[in-house]
């Protein structure tokens, strides 16, 4: 079901208003029909899942909702709760006695700071997308703003301005071309000889350095933070710089899409790279000594996984996030030598990860994800969990993810052994930590590699219908039309368990030609381990369909390409 564009006037350099894919969610959750049932008609509303347990193969799911307790049962299981749905509200010394209101990013649209005539000198604390936007909105309202970034964390994030010349279009293009995620140290892009030459050769890293050191141009060229004038300094507005390049992603990032950003944030914002000392009565105390007056903290400082519904036991089983000290002493044993050899072959396909910058990294607390294809548990395929990563495009893994857990619980999916699953997950988790610093230590961190793990999604399945003929699929941008015939190609390779109702999906399936990949499909098994073998038999999905770039004395014709796209970055 296409999305129907929005007005220009609600358009800005690309983006445009949440209304608008809110509108559409609305009305596809109405339009799709499956056995005489609409999506909404399937949805049970206001549920709020207390527990959730397992007892003879059959899931319990424990709620309440307006009604009262109540209870669900299931074979199988997707837990798609996400990771934005619970705050992560910080612990302030001194809050109890601070005596003015302390909001979370989530409840700031329903709250009266904006409009309050009590509330003049606003505070936020937080350093990526999330505390910008606070900033921006109340700045706007004429309220006087203060923003704080801790110092005890990865500092702030790499906000990319819609303005500059890393435009949406051009974040999209670096984001989902196949050959521009081979610029990325990534297990996910085949073991072929391009990767080796950019990854393995001092000419290739050399020219991966400067494409990286451009993007850090392209990032800092409309905030122009050193160049900003007395008055943006006496702000401190250089504390808005980040401390890692982009690269490495050790902090978080997003696109600034609001006119005039980084003019008005340098004109009218004080900013503080420093902790809380102390809250008391109105007051903020830095441990710098500053004092800051404040009417109202507003917290844009993120979320955490919802998965409270589990307990310790069982978050174990399932190699989900939980507290370092409740995790049994023989698992952590096993996955400490799996990722220790682990790590040994990731700085061997990726030098270039041995030497990071100097960073913060932040305290490991809890286990990271351990999801064969950051879907699946190891031991258990009752259950699957989307949406329990961090990635640039949710939409397109969204859809992803949902078709290959869908094949997963239906017995559809041809895993590997055991043994093989677990140096799977354990090369994931090595290379997330080298790759992503403090976030990869959560062990879902890819924000940089969607397309390669779709497309590594999809090729477990044999599926192909999303990829392009010839140097197209290497070329150009990954679009969600190239996804609209994924879903038919599924039905007619695996077959429909329920009837189609709806019109639109009959004409679907119908119309879906047989693909062209399929004279080409690679021949690899599609895991993450697979992809290192320089065999010419495991060679990558990308390899195999482009036959021009398999001839080794082409690197530099290709490179030539992408030099021309880092050059308008550059600009």
């Given amino acids: 079901?296409?999305?129907?564009?929005?007005?220009?006037?609600?358009?800005?350099?690309?983006?445009?208003?949440?209304?608008?894919?809110?509108?559409?969610?609305?009305?596809?959750?109405?339009?799709?029909?499956?056995?005489?049932?609409?999506?909404?008609?399937?949805?049970?509303?206001?549920?709020?899942?207390?527990?959730?347990?397992?007892?003879?193969?059959?899931?319990?799911?424990?709620?309440?909702?307006?009604?009262?307790?109540?209870?669900?049962?299931?074979?199988?299981?997707?837990?798609?709760?996400?990771?934005?749905?619970?705050?992560?509200?910080?612990?302030?010394?001194?809050?109890?006695?601070?005596?003015?209101?302390?909001?979370?990013?989530?409840?700031?649209?329903?709250?009266?700071?904006?409009?309050?005539?009590?509330?003049?000198?606003?505070?936020?604390?937080?350093?990526?997308?999330?505390?910008?936007?606070?900033?921006?909105?109340?700045?706007?309202?004429?309220?006087?703003?203060?923003?704080?970034?801790?110092?005890?964390?990865?500092?702030?994030?790499?906000?990319?301005?819609?303005?500059?010349?890393?435009?949406?279009?051009?974040?999209?293009?670096?984001?989902?071309?196949?050959?521009?995620?081979?610029?990325?140290?990534?297990?996910?892009?085949?073991?072929?000889?391009?990767?080796?030459?950019?990854?393995?050769?001092?000419?290739?890293?050399?020219?991966?350095?400067?494409?990286?050191?451009?993007?850090?141009?392209?990032?800092?060229?409309?905030?122009?933070?050193?160049?900003?004038?007395?008055?943006?300094?006496?702000?401190?507005?250089?504390?808005?710089?980040?401390?890692?390049?982009?690269?490495?992603?050790?902090?978080?990032?997003?696109?600034?899409?609001?006119?005039?950003?980084?003019?008005?944030?340098?004109?009218?914002?004080?900013?503080?790279?420093?902790?809380?000392?102390?809250?008391?009565?109105?007051?903020?105390?830095?441990?710098?000594?500053?004092?800051?007056?404040?009417?109202?903290?507003?917290?844009?400082?993120?979320?955490i996984p919802s998965l409270s519904f589990f307990d310790q036991a069982m978050l174990a089983e399932l190699g989900i996030p939980q507290p370092l000290d409740h995790y049994p002493q023989d698992k952590a044993w096993m996955w400490d030598a799996l990722e220790k050899d682990a790590d040994g072959e990731v700085l061997d396909r990726f030098p270039i990860l041995a030497n990071p910058p100097e960073h913060y990294r932040a305290p490991v607390a809890h286990t990271p994800y351990r999801l064969y294809k950051s879907i699946a548990p190891i031991h258990d395929n009752s259950i699957a969990f989307v949406g329990h990563i961090m990635i640039a495009n949710y939409f397109r893994v969204a859809e992803c993810q949902a078709i290959w857990a869908t094949a997963y619980l239906d017995g559809k999916v041809k895993l590997p052994p055991l043994e093989e699953r677990r140096k799977d997950v354990a090369l994931f988790v090595a290379w997330c930590r080298r790759r992503y610093l403090s976030n990869g230590d959560r062990g879902h961190w890819m924000s940089a590699d969607q397309t390669g793990y779709t497309d590594d999604l999809f090729h477990q399945l044999g599926l192909s219908s999303h990829r392009r003929f010839w140097l197209w699929d290497a070329f150009v941008a990954s679009t969600k039309k190239d996804l609209h015939r994924v879903r038919a190609e599924y039905i007619r390779k695996f077959g429909k368990d329920v009837e189609v109702t709806s019109e639109e999906n009959r004409h679907e399936i119908q119309n879906c030609p047989t693909p062209f990949a399929k004279m080409a499909r690679p021949q690899s098994g599609g895991s993450v381990r697979s992809m290192q073998s320089g065999s010419r038999g495991s060679a990558s999905s990308m390899a195999r369909l482009h036959p021009s770039l398999t001839r080794p004395a082409r690197p530099m014709a290709i490179w030539s390409r992408i030099r021309k796209v880092v050059a308008s970055i550059g600009r």
Avoid at 272 to 297: M, N, P, V
């Fill in 1 to 303: 079901m296409p999305m129907p564009p929005p007005p220009e006037e609600d358009v800005y350099n690309g983006v445009f208003k949440a209304k608008y894919t809110s509108h559409y969610l609305e009305s596809y959750i109405d339009r799709r029909a499956y056995a005489g049932q609409t999506i909404r008609q399937r949805i049970k509303f206001g549920f709020d899942v207390q527990s959730i347990t397992k007892e003879s193969g059959e899931w319990t799911i424990f709620g309440r909702d307006a009604s009262g307790e109540g209870r669900l049962r299931a074979t199988k299981l997707i837990i798609a709760s996400g990771l934005t749905s619970i705050p992560n509200m910080p612990t302030l010394p001194g809050q109890e006695t601070f005596g003015k209101p302390i909001i979370h990013q989530k409840d700031f649209g329903q709250s009266a700071v904006l409009s309050s005539p009590d509330i003049r000198n606003v505070t936020v604390q937080g350093g990526a997308k999330s505390a910008a936007d606070l900033v921006y909105d109340c700045v706007e309202a004429g309220k006087t703003v203060t923003w704080i970034i801790r110092k005890t964390g990865t500092g702030p994030g790499f906000l990319v301005s819609a303005e500059s010349s890393l435009s949406p279009k051009t974040i999209y293009l670096l984001g989902t071309a196949r050959i521009m995620s081979t610029l990325s140290p990534s297990f996910f892009n085949a073991d072929s000889w391009w990767n080796r030459f950019l990854q393995r050769t001092r000419m290739g890293r050399k020219e991966l350095i400067k494409f990286w050191d451009a993007a850090d141009k392209a990032v800092s060229e409309a905030p122009n933070f050193n160049d900003r004038g007395l008055e943006a300094r006496k702000n401190g507005f250089q504390n808005l710089k980040p401390l890692t390049p982009v690269l490495w992603q050790n902090q978080t990032g997003g696109l600034i899409n609001r006119p005039n950003f980084w003019d008005i944030i340098a004109q009218n914002v004080q900013v503080y790279h420093e902790d809380i000392q102390e809250l008391q009565h109105g007051t903020i105390r830095l441990k710098s000594g500053e004092t800051i007056d404040s009417d109202a903290i507003l917290c844009g400082t993120g979320w």
